[in-house]
């Protein structure tokens, strides 16, 4: 039996930030993908210039937008800053980039190999050629929203948001949020404007709609703004933003995985990249203090009261978009508040 002294499970942007940074303190790192290509993922693209826009390299960047355009049943309000606010890369292209960087750093990553489960320091993992057992000393679960590490620690997850996206084959000029309690209710409709193409698609709780019933949702609204999105080319993906921690003994959880996107806003690269580079540290120095990782989870926490607040009193939900807006417009309240990162 092959013996690792980490096992990362996902290469999404939690595993590989997670799994690069042990491989460059020299420990011996395995990386799985149950997918054969590595970077695509069900995404609007977004990362923002405190969180991450300084962090990639400027080839990577589809677009970069200052202004934000945010609207609301009766508002419309454009926010402009010196520096991108938002900017747009293809998951495609940074997940290529980022698997790069593990190579160089030393990580072994094993695309096609999907990990079944796990227990007593083996994992069992699949693949072309069969089930194959690895044993570790330390399981990092970065296997995103429906996580199969989770699973196996037995924590639920109550806590989830639904996004859809599509590409349009057209680029729009500007970046826009569209606040619409009546189809989304504490969620949103973007456009995300990339190179060639832009993103478009709706974010809400998945406590509040099925799949089909967001999808409907989506079109009409994508009707009323004059967007035609191409429907067979519409594809969902969960959010989980049930947080319960990163440590459970020797095994690990970051990103998606750990419960640890927005609620709010479905913002997740981010949290991803912080937690997979935190819990790298805490398995190199277990007296690691964490700050990063307390830093994150007083933001989420924050988002998740407000989508809870939000969603219990949905009635009033349009009227608190109205006043949220003109907080922004007043600069009551700063766009940046409403990301993971911090200012
Ligand atoms: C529609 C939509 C739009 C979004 N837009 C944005 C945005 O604009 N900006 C933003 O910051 N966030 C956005 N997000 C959230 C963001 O995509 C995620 O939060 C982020 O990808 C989380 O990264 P991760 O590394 O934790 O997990 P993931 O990126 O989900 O990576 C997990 C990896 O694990 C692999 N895997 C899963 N199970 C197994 C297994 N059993 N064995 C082996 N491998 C496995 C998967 O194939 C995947 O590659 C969006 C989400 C959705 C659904």
């Not at 606040?179 to 973007?190: N, V």
């Not at 049930?242 to 981010?270: C, K, P, Q």
Request: glycine share 12%.
């Amino acid at each position: 039996m092959e013996q690792t002294d980490i096992l990362v499970v996902g290469a999404g942007p939690g595993g590989l930030a997670c799994a690069t940074a042990l491989a460059r303190q020299g420990k011996k790192v395995i990386l799985l993908e149950r997918k054969s290509t590595l970077g695509p993922k069900v995404c609007a693209g977004g990362i923002t210039w405190h969180g991450l826009i300084k962090l990639v390299p400027r080839q990577l960047i589809e677009g970069a937008f200052p202004a934000q355009i945010i609207r609301s049943g009766r508002q419309s309000i454009r926010l402009e800053e010196k520096n991108p606010i938002v900017a747009t890369v293809s998951r495609a292209e940074l997940g290529q980039w980022m698997a790069g960087q593990a190579r160089e750093a030393g990580v072994r990553i094993l695309p096609h190999t999907k990990f079944k489960g796990a227990g007593e320091g083996r994992a069992l993992l699949e693949s072309k050629r069969g089930e194959q057992t690895i044993g570790y000393r330390y399981l990092v679960g970065a296997d995103g929203s429906n996580s199969r590490v989770r699973r196996t620690l037995g924590l639920p997850v109550e806590r989830i948001g639904l996004g859809l996206n599509a590409m349009v084959p057209r680029v729009y000029p500007e970046m826009e949020w569209h606040l619409c309690p009546r189809l989304f209710g504490s969620g949103y409709g973007w456009i995300f404007p990339h190179a060639h193409q832009t993103s478009v698609g709706a974010y809400a709780d998945a406590r509040l709609f099925s799949g089909g019933e967001l999808k409907r949702r989506l079109l009409r609204w994508c009707t009323e703004n004059r967007i035609v999105l191409p429907e067979n080319e519409i594809r969902a993906g969960l959010v989980n933003y049930d947080f319960r921690g990163v440590r459970f003994g020797s095994t690990f959880l970051v990103g998606d995985a750990a419960g640890l996107a927005s609620g709010l806003t479905g913002e997740g690269i981010y949290p991803a990249l912080v937690s997979g580079q935190a819990v790298a540290k805490l398995i190199l120095d277990p007296e690691y203090p964490g700050q990063e990782l307390r830093q994150l989870a007083r933001n989420h926490c924050k988002h998740s009261t407000m989508v809870g607040f939000a969603t219990r009193y949905l009635g009033i939900g349009s009227v608190l978009m109205e006043i949220l807006l003109l907080m922004l417009r007043f600069r009551l309240l700063d766009f940046h508040a409403l990301e993971m990162s911090d200012i």
